[in-house]
């Protein structure tokens, strides 16, 4: 089965940064529709940023919009995101997920429309 393994979470102050790392196993980050979400205690799932299939511009939040920028690195594998300018707001999981790879439509969607998780990495920004 896909396998998709977050990492790069950690404890930083407001205004620094964070690159979390996703490296997908069993499945192809070329041409395929993936992203990152997110959850804090007591809230509900959000999507942070995905890529369009077909556009070379992806998505965001636009709680996010600006400070986050999510990039392929097609030789590792690997989706990133880049969290710059961190607000106390931004804790939460963060979680890496990705749609079916014979999906071909929009991206962007819900939690429940895509089909792969990993296991999430902790954020945690404080004031």
């Known amino acids: 089965q896909v396998q998709l393994v977050e990492s790069g979470g950690g404890s930083v102050q407001a205004g620094g940064s964070l690159r979390l790392a996703c490296p997908a196993f069993?499945?192809?980050?070329?041409?395929?529709?993936m992203g990152w979400f997110r959850q804090a205690p007591g809230k509900e799932r959000e999507g942070v940023a995905t890529?369009?299939?077909?556009?070379?511009?992806?998505y965001y939040a636009d709680s996010v919009k600006g400070r986050f920028t999510i990039s392929r690195d097609v030789a590792k594998n690997t989706v990133y995101l880049q969290m710059n300018s961190l607000k106390p707001d931004d804790t939460a999981m963060y979680y890496c997920?990705?749609?079916?790879?014979?999906?071909?439509?929009?991206?962007?969607?819900?939690?429940?429309?895509?089909?792969?998780w990993g296991q999430g990495t902790q954020v945690t920004v404080s004031s």
């Open positions: 997920a990705a749609r079916r790879s014979a999906y071909r439509g929009v991206c962007w969607g819900q939690p429940a429309d895509f089909d792969y």
């Open positions: 069993r499945y192809t980050v070329s041409n395929n529709c």
């Open positions: 890529f369009y299939i077909g556009d070379i511009i992806p």
